[in-house]
Each structure stands twice: as C-alpha cells, then as structure tokens.
C-alpha cells in the first residue's frame, strides 16, 4: 500500500489515514516518504469519519488512506466527493473487505486504488502477498515493475521458450512479487469466497441473537444499500457495564480455550509513533476508546455450529459470574 506512484515533487506532503488500523497502513504512508495525518473514526461505523478527513486537509495533503475496518465499507460517497473537491488521491485498504460493497459497486473500486490481502488471517489466503487494483495503465504497469526490482521484464518474459530476453532495471524497485505457488493456493479459493462469506454472516447473526442484551458493545448492524463482509465480529468490554476490563477478559477467554484477539489498539499507543511524532491517544478519543474496548471473538466458515456454540457459551458464563 505505499504511495510510491506520488510524483518526487510530492515527497514531504501527507496522506490522512485512520488511527483505528494494523500498522501497516502508516508504515506504507512513511515508506514513501509522505507524513502520515489521523482523522478519527467514527464510533458507530469504527470506520474513518469524513467530517476528521475533512477538518484534517491541509495545502500539503495529497491523498486519502481509508480503510474498510472489519469487513464494514467506510462512507466512500462522502470520502470520494472530498478528494474530488481537493484533488487528492484515494487509495483504498481493503485488507478485511474482499467481498465487501458499497452502494452495490465492489470497495477498492472507487478510488485510485484497491489494496487487498491474502495473509493468513484474511478470507483469501495465500500466506503472504496481495492485490493491486488501479484505474490508470500505466500506474498498474509502474505497479508491476516495482513489485520486482524495477526490472522491465519479469522471470516469464526473460526465460522463455523462444530463449533469454534482455531486462532493464528501470525504477529503484522492491521484492513485493507474489510467488506463482501463492497465487494458485488463492486461486483455488476463489470459488469458495461467496459460500464463505454467507457462513461467516450465519455466525455473525448467531453471535447477535446470542449477546443481545449482554452488557457488551455489539457491531452495529451494516447500512442499508452496503454489503459488509464479516472479517471481524468485535465486542466492546466496557468494564462499567461488563464487570471486567478488556485484557481481564481476553485472558479469561484463553483460559476457557476459545481464542481472541484485538483489532486494534489505536495507532497513537504505540511506542514508535509517540517517539516519532509526539502522537498521545488522547487525540483521537473515539479510536483510543475503541482500541483499548475491543475484542475480536472467533469467526470462520471453518467453525461448526458446536463451536459458535461454545464461543457463547464462554462469553455467558465469563458475564453472568461478574
């Protein structure tokens, strides 16, 4: 996801992004070069807000990083209409969101460009590697190039059957290929994508009709006119309301054997970034709170209806104790 398309000219401007977002996101932003901005989430949606994009643009912005948290499409109306009004580039992270839509058309498809990935916790796994979707050809070549040394041609086009064929190394690149045995793993499941997704929604209803009523915070139900993809189910442990604190509550879980995680603590709590730029939580209360509430609990279309069951009934037991 980095911005390596950005003409030298605009090195040294910055990119917004949310702070409710794995590293990477920012990283990317700094691998190219660019200063990263947060604009908060919104609590509802945990997805960026484009009244924080707006209130964040400065003469030195030059594109928009959202991303499509959990499954849930960010507001890519708004957002879009933003970066049109300020001509900014719009590079979309759709790590969590393959099957993902908003007002019918597939995210990653709306601005400059789709950042997907197959990493081994995503719903297409290739183990490492991802997808690159862009509008203009000649982006998407550049894309190519860089993702192997900067080399004109690739290992298909130097060695092929009409013999060696003579590369240029062109551009400063990087070793960002996907391997061909990764591409056909992820090929494979590609038929299995649509059957996957409507597991995952059964045991995103069955978790809703279970908690409902709990004193947890539940995901809000998805948009009218969005398809949201289900990667995350995250529970806000409000310790007023629960009885326990989150880190309480994720390790009562691992001893009951059902396994969580957390996505995410904000940006701003970790180490690097306060030393870097000074950044405090504090900033960006709603994605602070979020961050330090969240709980992902198990979802898999690989999960049968014991497990879900079992995930429940955990998470009863652990409440109704308090």
Known sequence: MSAWWLPASNRGGEVITTPLTFCATVNAILHAGLAPVLADVDPSSQNIDPDAIEAAITPRTRAILPVHFA??????????AIARKHGLVVIEDCAHAIETEFDGQPVGTFGDFGCFSFYATKNVVTGEGGMILGRDEEHVARARILALHGMSKDAWHRFGDQGYKHYQVVECGFKYNMMDLQAAI??????RVEANWRRR?????????????FPLGLPAPPDAGTRHGYHLYTVMIDAARSGLGRDAFLDAMNAAGIGTGVHYLSIPEHPYYQQRFGWRPEQWPCAMQLGRETVSLPLSPAMSDSDAERVIQAVTDLLHAR
Not at 186 to 191: M, N, Y
């Open 201 to 213: 929604r059964e045991l995103w209803e069955r978790y809703d009709e279970a908690f409902a009523g």
């Open 186 to 191: 992820g090929l494979h499941q590609l038929a």
């Open 71 to 80: 499954g849930r499409p960010c507001a890519m109306d708004r957002i879009m």
